[in-house]
């Protein structure tokens, strides 16, 4: 059994600063890539960032320059710090992990089941 567990949600202002954290557990034997994705009410799910094993990052254009991944492989965990917050970036954020599970050595995709982060102007 595998689960992704995220924290660090939270209501702040406009301008303001959070640091989500997802952390992996389980029968794991390998992590690929790891992300984050967001969905807002009424709105589909989208990409916000991801992270290879390797550290090679990706953004979506809209978070460029405020929002940072990165991991630490020893914890299995992946990291989001948000900078100048915009109502905008309201939404519930999802950990996602692309990972080997451990005996089976199956590659599969998995969930977390999201945090919530508002922004009040």
């Known amino acids: 059994q595998v689960q992704l567990v995220e924290s660090g949600g939270g209501l702040v202002q406009a301008g303001g600063s959070l640091r989500l954290s997802c952390v992996a557990s389980g029968s794991i034997f390998s992590i690929n890539d790891m992300g984050w994705y967001r969905q807002a009410p009424g709105k589909q799910r989208e990409l916000v960032a991801t992270i290879t094993s390797g550290g090679s990052t990706n953004y979506a254009d809209s978070v460029k320059g405020r929002f940072t991944i990165s991991r630490d492989n020893a914890k299995n965990t992946v990291y989001l710090e948000i900078d100048s917050l915009k109502p905008e970036d309201t939404a519930v954020y999802y950990c996602?992990?692309?990972?080997?599970?451990?005996?089976?050595?199956?590659?599969?995709?998995?969930w977390g089941r999201g945090t919530q982060v508002t922004v009040s102007s």
């Open positions: 996602n992990a692309h990972l080997v599970v451990g005996g089976i050595r199956t590659a599969y995709n998995y």
